[in-house]
């Protein structure tokens, strides 16, 4: 009977979770869609979630595409197929691993950032000062970073996108001794704007499943320092996880045969 009873806790802990983000989540919405809105908080977080994301994005897109095009190469050879790699490469980046490195890398970043900056703001009260200063916490501390993580995400993605493609370029005509013209044509070829699009819808959807968690496990966060410190970590965990579950649904979306 305890394990009964511990079983039906915690599946009654999950469905009162689930029911506070559902919650949250309705409630952020609707404030991003009814005035007013914040635009110069919207502007700044849109600075601090994507230009200040760009170096750590770019990086990991780069060494991405290099690496893909190594292991691509190493695969391929042994069938003759090295002709396909540069179509392999675009592909993967575009449709795949832009947007789930980009967002994986942003969620490190920025979920953490924004849960442990709201979880200070509540454990300081400073949250319940906007409220008897009749400022509404959901317009000025969530709904800009919402917007913010939903619009930056798909530009983030796009110059991943273009980065992780020169990287595996780079590789190939410089270590593989492919020719560039070839490379260029063979990629240009076979790519679809629908490969594009895809990812960059991806990018939007993470970007504001990152936002949300960090928004949602900071503005909820409790207990000091260390309620803080939980805040971030499962802002990070629940985004990750989120990423790639949304990423397996939109995939079967957009490609469903």
């Avoid at 042994?78 to 832009?98: K, M, Q």
């Avoid at 970043?109 to 200063?133: N, P, S, W, Y």
């Avoid at 709904?143 to 273009?162: N, Q, W, Y």
């Avoid at 503005?219 to 805040?231: I, L």
Wanted: hydrophobic share 50%; proline share 3%; glycine share 10%.
């Amino acid at each position: 009977m305890n394990f009964l009873a511990l079983i039906g806790r915690a599946f009654l802990n999950f469905l009162s979770a689930t029911g506070r983000l559902g919650w949250f989540t309705g409630s952020s919405v609707a404030h991003c869609v009814r005035p007013p809105i914040y635009w110069r908080q919207v502007a700044k977080q849109i600075i601090d979630v994507g230009y200040y994301s760009l170096p750590v994005v770019g990086l990991t897109a780069m060494f991405t595409g290099m690496v893909l095009a190594l292991q691509t190469n190493s695969g391929f050879s042994r069938f003759d197929a090295a002709s396909a790699i540069p179509t392999v490469v675009v592909l993967s980046i575009t449709r795949e691993l832009g947007p789930v490195m980009a967002g994986l890398m942003v969620a490190g970043r920025i979920g953490a950032a924004i849960a442990a900056e709201l979880g200070t703001m509540r454990v300081t009260e400073q949250i319940d000062a906007l409220t008897t200063l009749s400022t509404n916490p959901y317009k000025y501390l969530i709904v800009p970073r919402l917007l913010a993580g939903t619009i930056t995400m798909p530009l983030l993605v796009l110059v991943a996108d273009i980065v992780g493609v020169f990287g595996g370029f780079l590789v190939c005509v410089y270590r593989l001794n492919f020719n560039a013209a070839d490379y260029i044509s063979q990629t240009w070829r076979y790519l679809e704007i629908r490969d594009v699009s895809s990812g960059l819808w991806k990018a939007a959807v993470f970007g504001f499943i990152i936002t949300l968690m960090g928004c949602y496990n900071g503005f909820n966060s409790k207990g000091g320092a260390q309620g803080v410190g939980a805040a971030a970590t499962n802002a990070v965990v629940a985004a990750s996880i989120l990423i790639l579950v949304s990423n397996y649904l939109l995939t079967g979306l957009f490609f469903a045969r």
